[in-house]
């Protein structure tokens, strides 16, 4: 299972040293308050939310006590770290290497047209964040250089 925040890519069963995870809370009223922070209204039903996990990066080192070795929040602990959903460094160096090669694939296209095809995809992804844009579009292109390997 992954965490429930949508930046993060924490996954249970290849969770890295020292991160835990733990399960939402069954009190509605706190439930409630998670799900609003997390951006995940949409959510508000304890059955749909039984089996949803949290990991530990998105909480204070407050918020947690350790009993036999093990790690647990506290009763009053709350979600505050890393809850952006904003795109992360590596994210955005990602896009910019993107632009660099659609300039170097522009460049080259224009020095040998007939070599290579290059098309386009638009891929729609959704994302939900809060109450008001949780309807929210994002639009990626990703190209996909198809190269004529024929020689003769």
């Known amino acids: 299972m992954t965490c429930t925040v949508e930046?993060?890519?924490?996954?249970?069963?290849?969770?890295?040293?020292?991160v835990t995870f733990h399960r939402l809370p069954r009190d509605s009223g706190?439930?409630?308050q998670w799900l609003h922070i997390l951006g995940k209204d949409n959510l508000l039903d304890l059955e749909s939310t039984k089996y949803k996990l949290i990991c530990s990066k998105h909480f204070e080192r407050n918020c947690f006590i350790i009993k036999n070795g093990k790690k647990y929040l506290v009763p009053s602990a709350v979600?505050?770290?890393r809850l952006s959903s904003t795109p992360s460094r590596r994210e955005k160096e990602g896009l910019s290497s993107s632009n660099t090669l659609q300039s170097s694939i522009d460049s080259s296209r224009a020095s040998t047209?007939?070599?290579?095809q290059i098309s386009e995809i638009n891929r729609f992804s959704s994302s939900t964040g809060s109450s008001s844009n949780a309807s929210r579009k994002r639009r990626r292109k990703i190209l996909i250089v198809q190269r004529d390997h024929s020689y003769k």
């Open 7 to 18: 930046s993060c890519k924490n996954i249970r069963r290849f969770k890295p040293e020292g």
């Open 79 to 81: 979600p505050s770290l």
């Open 113 to 116: 047209s007939g070599v290579g």
């Open 30 to 32: 706190k439930l409630e």
